[in-house]
């Protein structure tokens, strides 16, 4: 697979010191991976982070937690490749405490920057999140006719890359941790019920309108219902989705 695809997929890891390599998650769930597909479904690889999210989930059943609840029910997490029980590393502890600083001292855990902490934990089993917006993946032969050249090299294209490679390999350090960037994404804006009420009170007393009055009354039971209520989205947990996105200290919006 060429550089070039591999980076339209999201695939590719370059963020090191002219040491460019492959997310293998992200290069395992994307469109080449998929043997058969229709216009209406395709048959891919399973996402193996939902099989670690799901525990998760269970043991946290809320939408946001403490870092310190997060890091012990991930430490005793097993996955393919990651054993368990473990010591998460200060870099990884380090992390968690950001993302819970940027949210009012709790991780949320449908969130962009958990995804990536979740990266940093199974590498191998969790994608790195992309920027929404940031990439669009496309199957091999949809590429090929996009841009007018092959996803796939040649043999010789192949070695003379690998030696180069080599050569870079032999003269670059190792990096000291996995790419982390800052941007957040969330899937859902959680309310306390007295928030949900003022909100909604808000809007009913600035239309005078009879029919504005009642549809604020009904959002603001929705949104208290919602509040108290744990919501998983577990279908958007290898891609977060179409979001909208503010500063990176604030909250995000469905």
């Known amino acids: 697979t060429s550089q070039e695809y591999l980076r339209e997929l999201g695939s590719l890891d370059e963020s090191g010191l002219g040491q460019p390599s492959v997310l293998i998650a992200n290069y395992i769930n994307s469109p080449t991976n998929c043997l058969a597909d229709s216009k209406y479904y395709s048959v891919c690889c399973v996402n193996e982070c939902e099989a670690l999210l799901s525990p998760i989930e269970q043991a946290i059943a809320a939408p946001k937690a403490l870092p310190e609840h997060i890091a012990q029910v991930v430490a005793k997490l097993p996955s393919a490749t990651v054993e368990a029980p473990r010591e998460l590393s200060a870099t990884l502890l380090r992390r968690l405490d950001e993302i819970a600083a940027q949210h009012g001292g709790r991780v949320p855990v449908h969130g962009r920057l958990f995804a990536q902490w979740m990266h940093h934990a199974y590498p191998r089993e969790c994608p790195f999140p992309h920027v929404v917006g940031s990439i669009a993946p496309l199957r091999a032969k949809d590429w090929e006719v996009k841009t007018g050249e092959r996803p796939l090299l040649s043999k010789a294209a192949m070695r003379r890359e690998f030696q180069e490679l080599i050569e870079v390999t032999d003269s670059t350090p190792e990096p000291e941790e996995l790419p982390w960037t800052p941007d957040e994404e969330l899937l859902l804006v959680a309310f306390s019920p007295a ?44 891609s977060l989705g179409p979001l909208q996105r503010k500063a990176a200290s604030d909250t995000f919006v469905v």
């Open 195 to 238: 928030e949900a009420f003022a909100v909604a009170g808000s809007l009913k007393a600035a239309p005078r309108f009879g029919d504005m009055a009642r549809l604020a009354g009904h959002l603001a039971k929705a949104l208290a219902a919602l509040s108290l209520s744990s919501v998983v989205f577990g279908a958007a947990r290898g």
